[in-house]
């Protein structure tokens, strides 16, 4: 059986390769890539795949090596990148990740919006990878998560 990662997609900046590093638990440096990068327990995506519809089936056929994807929105930029309904091309949970949440508070209700367009449900979690602001409950909701569906799993195959 395929392992299964934690997706994580965003605008350029928006720190997902620092979310990757966190939850990988390694201490890498940070560099732009072109790449889809394959982690321990995660795959990051480059975000010339949203910013190019194009590439959208490409993010389709990446999920398939997830459990779930999570979409991350910068609050120190508040572009909207994604098409409206983004997450109903998905099969698997989506979490909204505001990053940067430590930048231009006024900007939160504008990324909250830009989620709930996307079609990503609530609960939101704001992170700021320099103080860890957010981080752990992220980390409780991701293992909560990846606890169903293991049980999910476990029921598929009795």
Known sequence: ????????IG?????????????NGVKKPLRRTADVLYGARTLEV????????????HL???SQDAW???VMVDQSKPQALYSPGFASAFRCPLIGVIGKCDCCPAHRPQLVRQLETIGVE?????????????LQALQMYLEHLEGGRASDEIHHRI
């Open 122 to 134: 609530p609960p939101y979690f704001a992170i700021n990878m320099a103080t860890g602001e957010g």
């Open 46 to 57: 480059p975000s010339a795949y949203l910013e190019n519809t194009w590439m959208y089936r």
């Open 68 to 70: 779930c994807i999570v």
């Open 11 to 23: 605008p350029q900046g928006a720190g997902k390769t620092s979310l990757a590093n966190w939850l």
């Open 1 to 8: 059986m395929k392992r299964k990662r934690i997706m994580i």
């Open 60 to 62: 389709i056929a990446l």
